[in-house]
């Protein structure tokens, strides 16, 4: 089992930053990847950012240049760093594991708002 908690949410204007973070615990090290989603009111959860057990990352096209996926040496923390923030990023974010036999994990989620 793993356990997955985010902290970090929050208020924002339009061109600030944000750092999320997620803690892990449990049996962290059956986790392939991690990653951050997020699901904005009326739409699909969508993948944000996902970071390997080996450190490769991916970003979806909206966040590329703006967002930042890191992951401590330990693999007990993800980060996600969230700079020139826009009111289209305004959505819950979610921690999100998935472990080598495909089971995943998910936060609570943690509430982002960018407005003016």
């Known amino acids: 089992q793993v356990q997955l908690v985010e902290s970090g949410g929050g208020s924002v204007q339009p061109g600030g930053s944000l750092r999320l973070s997620c803690a892990a615990s449990?049996?962290?090290?059956?986790?392939?990847?991690m990653g951050w989603y997020r699901q904005a009111p009326g739409k699909q959860r969508e993948l944000v950012a996902a970071?390997?057990?080996?450190?490769?990352?991916n970003y979806a096209d909206s966040v590329k240049g703006r967002f930042t996926i890191s992951r401590d040496s330990a693999q007990t923390l993800v980060y996600l760093q969230m700079s020139s923030l826009e009111p289209d990023d305004t959505a819950v974010y979610y921690c999100?594991?998935?472990?080598?036999?495909?089971?995943?994990?998910w936060g609570q989620g943690t509430q982002v708002t960018v407005s003016s």
């Open positions: 999100n594991g998935e472990s080598y036999s495909r089971r995943v994990y």
């Open positions: 970071i390997t057990s080996g450190g490769s990352t």
């Open positions: 449990g049996s962290i090290f059956s986790l392939s990847v």
